[in-house]
């Protein structure tokens, strides 16, 4: 069965940053785009950004351009997300999803907590 | 291209039918898809393409709209429907954008 296995909760100090891993099973991997989806607590779904593993091309939500990096490992049927220079602003849980024009399944999701 | 959810809070019994509005701030055809989330987990999706059920999903679920006005309607409400539901535009891939949430709360 598909899942997406993320990795578990991080804190970091604000300055820092912080890198979530996504490893995907149960499909081939490089057929499917995986997206980046962040919710603060008790707010709603923002887009984080998304990469196609098997071409590295990546896109990135506009007021996270210069701090979000996305990657992959094929090799591993990996994806990563790398956030720079956190604020408390981006403490959230962040889900990884698979899709292109839908996202059909979610990783269970991984907390970010931005704390001094 | 930004998608505006109403109501933002809806509050319903067991049995009742309700329906959620998504409205795109231009034209999207039909690239709308909803997800269901409840507390503590991750969104799933309910309907792609603004009215296609995804499998599994049970059938008092329908989507229906295009272009700029859409909606999810739950013809009967069960108690595990209580849940927050999401809209999404896929017109702008990769560059998507979720509405602001709608939760669905027992009367």
Redesign the interface.
């Given at each position: 069965q598909v899942q997406l296995v993320q990795s578990g909760a991080e804190v970091r100090k604000p300055g820092a940053s912080v890198k979530v891993s996504c490893k995907a099973s149960g499909y081939t991997f490089t057929q499917y785009?995986i997206?980046w989806?962040r919710q603060a607590t008790g707010q709603?779904?923002?887009?984080v950004g998304?990469i196609n593993p098997n071409s590295g091309n990546t896109?990135y939500?506009q007021n996270l351009q210069g701090r979000v990096t996305l990657t992959s490992e094929t090799s591993i049927n990996t994806v990563y997300m790398e956030l720079s220079s956190l604020t408390p602003q981006d403490t959230a849980v962040y889900?990884c999803?698979r899709g292109?024009?839908?996202?059909?399944y979610?990783?269970?999701?991984a907390l970010v907590t931005v704390s001094s | 291209i930004q998608v505006t959810q109403s109501p933002s809070f809806l509050s319903a019994s067991v049995g009742d039918k309700i329906t959620i509005t998504c409205r795109a701030s231009q034209s999207i055809g039909t690239y709308l898809n909803w997800y269901q989330q409840e507390p503590g987990k991750a969104p799933h999706l309910l309907i792609y393409a603004a009215s296609t059920l995804q499998s599994g999903v049970p059938s008092r679920f329908s989507g229906s709209g295009s272009e700029t006005d859409f909606t999810l309607t739950i013809s009967s409400l069960q108690p595990e429907d209580f849940a927050t539901y999401y809209c999404q535009q896929t017109y702008t891939i990769p560059k998507v954008a979720f509405g602001g949430g709608t939760k669905v709360e027992i009367k």
């Open positions: 785009d997206y989806v709603g779904l923002e887009w998304w896109e939500a889900y999803a292109w024009q839908w996202l059909d979610w990783g269970r999701g | -």
